[in-house]
DNA sequence: GAGGCTTATTTTTAGGCGCGAACTAACCTC
DNA sequence: GAGGTTAGTTCGCGCCTAAAAATAAGCCTC
């Protein structure tokens, strides 16, 4: 409600976003169909379009005959005015991928990781965007940002700052330790399950949707919660703990500390826990991924009641917040939600239409994400080049040439 | 992140709004002062100021002397431009109340309400409306708008509708009603616990902050977000269902049907329902509001272990939204809510520690409510003023003069 | 009590911006 | 190649804010 004042300028610049997102997100697009998609006049359109052609940030792309008319010229984003960096911080290995700015993947790396430890990590990172770079030819001039997705939350200040109680960082300067580490390119680092949440909206089961949530299953769970088509980060960029608010008020202790949490009953872990704690007949498998396949897909009746319980808790999970944030959508997405919700979608959307209130219930769209195994880097990626799509490209605010 | 395109006067009607907005908030300023405040130039903080003068809509508020040089004039929204009107439409009555535009509160109804049925809730809103004009000697010609607060869910589509179960009212087009009913400035109608959470936003416990939580817990529960100064509302306006999310799963049926809702563990209701099935010596007052007074003093076991349930289940709901929406405050209301808070509020902040995740809740504050009984009238009143500032009163739009 | 000093506000000037109208470009059909 | 049609550009106008200059309105000192 309360803005801050404007020029001319930031008029300027809030157009020139406009047409800048309008041919990133609807592809190429004649200065006519901006004109009419913006609301901006034709003259208009076309003095910013020129401007931006001058830049290098757009490229004209072929045209299309009309019939009896001149035709249209078609533009679009150029891909190649600068390249933008991923970078999945897991818990096994680290996973680097460099984009251009049509967000095709150029090269990727994957590094393993021993232990998660700050240091080692942010090294990592330093030689895997090295390695994209050398590896398609890209100049290290030429990249607008690296975005950073990493496990836990990510206070941003003058420099960000991580916290994962999980994996035992505590206030870790990251942003920092990557900077010396000798990465130049601006750096954006942000919670994980946001920049997936991040890819869902731009290029997956998200698109469209201006208030969504995305909910991803893995080995605990987590949500990204999008109104207004801007991502939800709260006073201190917190927001979003959807695993640790509490279900069942006195339950079963979380890793957190405690009682009740809704990922001590609805991550692959809690399933396989509490799968292992039913039926003592030991699950064979060697990770958590095929644990939980043999899991989902076993017959025995153990099995069954632990899978229907979980698709329970998951729905009314899903549900609270159905009734919290009235969505449009509800994208279920992570390694473990994407295997649950294959075999049983149908029964998480009725054990969500079970414990939510009618009214927001009709409202929302239920589906399986839509990204795939690279969504994080993917949504870390995408960071940058929301950053230069929001500003509008200002020559005037500092900013490497592409 | 997708705006709209603007124009040169879109930037005028921002910054008659930015201007419009510092003064309404921060009370009488000089030119200068607005002119820093804001960031404007104090060239276009004059003219505009001076267009806002001309228009009637600010007045000059006596001078200060300064220490040896010209004294500033200080400038107020005029009290006078306009009024306007907040409605609470409450399950035993509803309440009008006239304010001008400094908020001073010019008059009040009561009107006694025997069953809440749509009708004769417009008339009476139409009734109250013109006995305070009329109390008052305002013409309504002067009135800017009529807010009116609501039990339930409203739908802002042309004109709004209301959805409340508890009162069984299905899709009423209560403001369709209302104008028919004769009521002729502007409506504005809005859930109640969402004009309340306004109301502790401008005036009460929640001024300043940009990310908060109000929470209100009268008969039932339900909860006002705001994110970066926004009054969250979902995609059909129907988010902030607090109530009615999942606390304990499988556990107690709540009368919206499902099991476990929070509203079955934390209202007055339900704690005084839960004390009688406790203690079987049945409380003799007559009404909730005194049985809840009663069911808080008293010394019996069967009391305090009510109470002490209801302050952990309350705290653990808490910690859910401070998990979720990561506030920077969280502000307790509602009358069970005050009544609770004055005297067990360590006690709730405690169970809330206990629930919530560390860095979350290492972030926010939690203070009891500070505005009266007539809170929801009040928010409901601020609608019609926010929709001022938020245009800047642009003269261009359709706008009843003062 | 006159001149100088200080601070507040207004006026003037300059640089931008988007829009609408008029204009040019590039194709088609007959 | 004349006429028609659609796409894109140029130019003048009205508006906007910022910066600089001018004016207003007090206080202080000698």
Request: some cysteine; hydrophobic content about 45%; charged content about 20%.
């Amino acid at each position: 409600m309360v803005r801050a004042r404007a020029t001319v300028r930031d008029l300027r610049r809030q157009n020139r976003s406009v047409l800048l997102t309008a041919l990133f997100l609807d592809g190429p697009l004649s200065r006519l169909q901006l004109s009419a998609s913006t609301g901006l006049s034709a003259a208009t359109a076309s003095t910013i379009t020129g401007e931006l052609l001058d830049e290098g940030l757009l490229t004209e792309a072929g045209s299309v005959e009309s019939d009896g008319g001149r035709p249209r010229v078609l533009l679009r984003v150029n891909p190649v005015f600068g390249h933008v960096v991923g970078v999945d911080v897991g818990e096994t290995g680290i996973k680097v991928e460099l984009f251009d700015l049509a967000m095709t993947r150029l090269s990727t790396v994957d590094l393993p990781v021993a232990a998660v430890r700050p240091g080692p990590v942010s090294e990592l990172v330093a030689a895997g965007v090295a390695q994209v770079l050398s590896a398609s030819g890209v100049p290290a001039s030429s990249v607008l940002g690296v975005g950073v997705g990493v496990p836990g939350t990510v206070e941003r200040g003058t420099s960000a700052v991580v916290h994962a109680q999980t994996i035992g960082w505590d206030a870790v300067p990251l942003e920092r330790m990557i900077r010396e580490a000798g990465v130049e390119p601006p750096l954006f680092v942000e919670n994980g399950a946001k920049t997936q949440g991040q890819a869902e909206m731009w290029f997956g089961a998200g698109r469209g949707a201006r208030h969504a949530v995305i909910v991803l299953v893995g080995s605990g769970v987590g949500v990204a919660v999008v109104t207004g088509g801007v991502m939800h980060r709260g006073a201190t960029s917190n927001a979003g703990e959807w695993g640790h608010t509490t279900i069942v008020y006195g339950g079963r202790r979380c890793r957190c500390g405690v009682r009740g949490c809704l990922e001590a009953y609805a991550g692959a872990e809690a399933m396989l826990g509490r799968y292992r704690e039913a039926a003592r007949d030991g699950s064979s498998a060697p990770d958590q991924v095929s644990a939980l396949e043999e899991l989902l897909t076993s017959r025995s009746a153990a099995a069954r009641r632990v899978v229907e319980e979980s698709v329970g808790y998951l729905g009314a999970g899903i549900a609270n917040l159905v009734n919290l944030f009235n969505p449009e959508r509800v994208v279920l997405g992570g390694w473990a939600g994407l295997a649950l919700g294959a075999r049983q979608l149908d029964r998480i959307v009725a054990a969500t239409a079970e414990h939510a209130l009618r009214h927001p219930y009709a409202q929302v769209r239920i589906e399986l994400g839509r990204t795939g195994p690279d969504a994080v880097a993917v949504g870390a990626a995408t960071l940058p080049v929301a950053a230069l799509l929001e500003t509008g490209a200002d020559p005037r605010s500092a900013r490497r040439a592409g």
